[in-house]
């Protein structure tokens, strides 16, 4: 049940207020003008801090999260002010949770004596609960921590904060050669254009794009889609967009967004925090850093000192960064489950202290960085797969391990210079949210794996080609020309095509997709006959009886080369009907 208590410190009184009582309290005219004052003459708070931020979070949020707010209150003035949130999990975090990059209190002396009373105040109102701020500014005073008299052994975590200073370097750094290298290979597609959107019509229309970017990328690289997993996310930032917190920029080429960055603002900073995104097909041309320099300097004249790169290992946040501060962790154990993740984190920080020597040896011998994050992501993945087959039974961890050997598969190459058939599909070339709608039920392909793959292909300029139906991914196929490196990687194709041939391989049907494989096959051949001035080749696997006979089925003529066989396979990734097939 929402409640409040009071407790005395010297003077001064501490309320405590939750549930329904707190979001009472933060909706008075004068609560809500003493938090303003209170904000504005703190130097160590943030935008995160301000009642804007705090007070749509909690309105959007308070059925998963429990708001809790401890004030401070001299004289009939307040001086202190706390915002947190209790999980469903009982752990207590920051108002804002993980959308708010820095949690921490706001009050008007700095002598530590408001947070201790308030940490005690919670702590006494939820005895079994663990506390966490993450991550505390790096202004923010933190001697009372070591002071006498206080009994919550708090602990303490530094984290770097790279900070990239908003001056005339940054055109200087846009002038540099490799820079303009890539602007100038951008251009050559079309008008390269940086854009400030202030429109929340044009916001909320171009959302969903940049949405799919973000999670695109987040669940190639990390097997984590935010927005998908967070149906709150897209309201949320929308309602701060209304309330003026939210600074949005795009880079367009030929009115296409290639990179866009979505950034929290308060106090001539801007954070790093709601998503920066870039198109994968771009990706050779650095369109996520060139938007990053583009933004900078936009923003001199509007008067902004930094741009908070915000803490974590990102390279580009390493190369952007003119320098660094600390920020922190402040935990607060409260139950067991604190002190077994303790134990096991001290395990993990010696295995990385280890692990970081080792690439520290491989990246002497010549293995980068990127290669080892790919092995260890194609690790992962493997252990996915592995849980993920002992959940399905003993056969199918058995067909997983037998797809795990190397072995060599024949393909059969098929040409078509008309389709013979109708179609009728609505096709998508290049969609990322179709992408993003693959499900791993009933397949052997990890999303994660389907992901990733995709992501590496984008990256080498290859196209997609897909139909999906209810959000869930039905078919799609990828298109390449011969004389592409990664294609002339998996396929021994020799002679056997011309050079400039259209290339489709890696077929995907969903189960339910079967009876219209013909049909998506046949609409995909068409479009890319209209723009081919070749014969368009499809590329099968000789076992996979359904594609052999649907190629058939949409004109594609049997070339007789069935000895061309492909390279031992690094992966051999089948769905639930169709094979893909993947190699070094």
């Known amino acids: 049940m929402p409640q409040s208590s009071l407790i005395k410190v010297e003077s001064k009184t501490i309320n405590l207020f939750t549930g329904t ?249 801007m954070h790093l925090q709601g998503m920066n995104t870039h198109s994968p097909r771009y990706a050779k041309y650095s369109p996520g850093i060139l938007h990053f320099l583009f933004l900078g300097k936009s923003l001199i004249d509007e008067g902004f000192e930094i741009l908070d790169l915000t803490p974590g290992e990102n390279s580009y946040k390493e190369h952007l960064a003119t320098k660094h501060v600390s920020t922190y962790e402040l935990l607060i154990p409260g139950s067991i489950k604190f002190y077994v993740k303790e134990c096991k984190e001290k395990l993990f920080y010696r295995l990385l202290i280890n692990k970081q020597k080792i690439l520290g040896m491989l990246t002497k011998i010549g293995i980068n960085s990127k290669d080892i994050k790919t092995t260890l992501r194609k690790v992962s993945i493997h252990k996915e797969k592995i849980k993920s087959a002992k959940k399905q039974g003993f056969i199918s961890l058995i067909v997983l391990l037998l797809n795990g050997i190397n072995v060599q598969s024949k393909n059969k190459i098929f040409k078509i210079d008309h389709c013979t058939v109708n179609h009728n599909i609505p096709v998508s070339k290049n969609n990322l949210r179709h992408l993003l709608s693959y499900s791993s039920e009933n397949s052997k392909v990890t999303r994660w794996e389907f992901l990733a793959d995709a992501m590496q292909k984008l990256e080498k300029e290859q196209e997609v080609y897909s139909s999906a139906e209810d959000n869930t991914l039905m078919n799609c196929v990828w298109v390449s020309k011969k004389k592409c490196e990664n294609v002339n990687a998996i396929f021994k194709l020799k002679d056997a095509l011309p050079t400039e041939s259209t290339i489709l391989y890696d077929f995907y049907c969903h189960p339910f997709a079967q009876k219209n494989l013909t049909t998506f096959i046949a609409t995909v051949s068409t479009e890319i006959l209209k723009i081919s001035n070749n014969s368009v080749y499809a590329i099968a696997n000789k076992k996979d009886k359904n594609l052999l006979t649907a190629l058939k089925e949409t004109g594609f003529k049997d070339l007789k080369y069935e000895d061309m066989q492909a390279e031992e396979c690094d992966t051999v990734m089948p769905n639930s009907d169709l094979i893909y097939v993947r190699s070094k």
């Open 21 to 269: 009582n707190a979001l009472s309290l933060l909706s008075e005219a004068g609560f809500s003008k003493e938090w303003d004052d209170l904000y504005k003459s703190c130097h160590w708070a943030t935008v995160y801090q301000a009642k804007e931020f705090v007070l749509t979070w909690y309105e959007i949020y308070c059925n998963r999260y429990l708001p809790v707010i401890i004030t401070e209150i001299n004289e009939g003035r307040l001086t202190g002010l706390l915002a947190l949130a209790k999980d469903e999990n009982g752990l207590i975090v920051g108002a804002g949770a993980s959308q708010a990059e820095y949690q921490v209190w706001i009050c008007a002396q700095d002598n530590g004596r408001f947070i201790k009373a308030a940490l005690e105040k919670v702590k006494k109102q939820f005895p079994g609960s663990d506390i966490q701020l993450k991550f505390i500014p790096s202004k923010t005073p933190l001697q009372w921590i070591e002071s006498s008299g206080f009994t919550m052994r708090p602990k303490l975590r530094v984290y770097h904060q790279p900070l990239m200073t908003i001056d005339e370097n940054i055109s200087a750094e846009l002038k540099k050669k490799n820079r303009r290298k890539k602007i100038n290979g951008l251009r050559g597609f079309g008008d390269l254009k940086f854009e400030r959107i202030t429109d929340k019509k044009t916001f909320c229309y171009i959302f969903d794009e940049l949405a799919s970017q973000y999670d695109f990328r987040k669940g190639a690289m990390y097997n984590k889609t935010p927005f998908q997993k967070d149906t709150l996310k897209k309201k949320f930032l929308l309602a701060l967009f209304d309330r003026n917190i939210l600074h949005v920029t795009v880079l367009k080429c030929n009115n296409e967004i290639i990179a866009s960055n979505v950034a929290a603002v308060g106090k001539d900073w």
